[in-house]
């Protein structure tokens, strides 16, 4: 009986412990993403430029809606946020930018911004850009998870995948 505890406990701690470990993973932007990793401006050999505005129907979306790149490319995202109101942009696995909705909305009230190095907040009018490698081929997200926007229009695929010749 006392055997069996003691592998019950040992199994709890582990688990704590890989959860803890997957929580800090997410927020320490060193960490390399399975996407790929930051990179320099400088590095990059492609620039793609997002634009994130509402529309007059009231949807709030990005153009373009789909992007594309090849595994390894470092490319430069100049993002423009030329709508009325703040938006950002970051992108990540599905199943993070799903995990960093239900974070933002349930800390909207604190005004929580995203400050890592797949992710960038612009305020109406602005402008700003971030660099990043990719390495492993898939499909991706990229979205706006300022509360409400995602469910407004703000997200889409991101999908890294050699060039057919
Ligand atoms: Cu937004």
Known sequence: MRRLLTIAMSVVFATTALAQEMHEGK???ATAHSMGKSASLEAATRTIEVSMLETE???MVFEPGLIEV???ETVRFAISNVGLIEHEFVFDTPAEIIAHKDEMM???AHDMAH???NAI???PGEDGELAWTFT???VFEFACLIPGH???GMFGPLVVRPTMM
Request: hydrophobic share 20%.
């Open 106 to 108: 349930m800390d909207a």
């Open 115 to 117: 400050d890592s190095d």
């Open 150 to 152: 995602y469910e407004a």
């Open 70 to 72: 090849q595994p390894g």
């Open 57 to 59: 129907d009231g949807r």
């Open 27 to 29: 927020h320490d932007s």
């Open 121 to 123: 907040t612009l305020q």
């Open 136 to 138: 492993d081929a898939g």
